[in-house]
């Protein structure tokens, strides 16, 4: 069994170059079946980690909505159903490989849930004294 714990909505960092100012992974759900994920950095189509997450048995995926989330959401099970090789710029703007990954869910995601995951996040307004 393998769990994989996702960051739906990644924020900007001081300490990481993001393409257009934020993350630039495609960890998205396209419908309440279907999720769109690509590996970290580094972990290309080859390596044992991808090897991992395509041959095991059961694969189980956890969503929280933010870095400011400390609770995962258990979305279920789910099949690995395409994985193609990509590449993406480090921190240090060099190409590194990553691997895309689409996954189909063994259950419907619930729709209030899914709604909250991809609904945008508010910041706060500060208020000065």
């Not at 924020?11 to 079946?33: H, I, L, Q, R, W």
């Not at 710029?89 to 060099?94: E, F, P, Q």
């Not at 619930?110 to 996040?121: A, F, G, H, T, V």
Request: proline share 2%; charged share 35%.
């Amino acid at each position: 069994m393998c769990a994989y714990f996702v960051t739906y909505h990644k924020e900007e960092s001081e300490d990481k170059n993001y393409v257009d100012g934020k993350p630039d992974y495609a960890d998205a759900f396209e419908d309440n079946m279907i999720f769109r994920w690509d590996s970290q950095i580094g972990r290309g189509i080859n390596s044992s980690y991808v090897k991992d997450v395509t041959t095991a048995q059961r694969k189980h995926l956890f969503v929280k909505k933010s870095d400011a989330e400390t609770c995962f959401y258990y979305m279920g099970q789910f099949e690995v159903t395409e994985v193609e090789p990509a590449r993406k710029k480090d921190n240090n703007g060099k190409e590194r490989d990553i691997t895309k990954f689409q996954m189909k869910m063994h259950n419907a995601v619930r729709e209030d849930l899914l709604r909250y995951l991809q609904s945008k996040i508010k910041k706060e307004e500060v208020k000065v004294g």
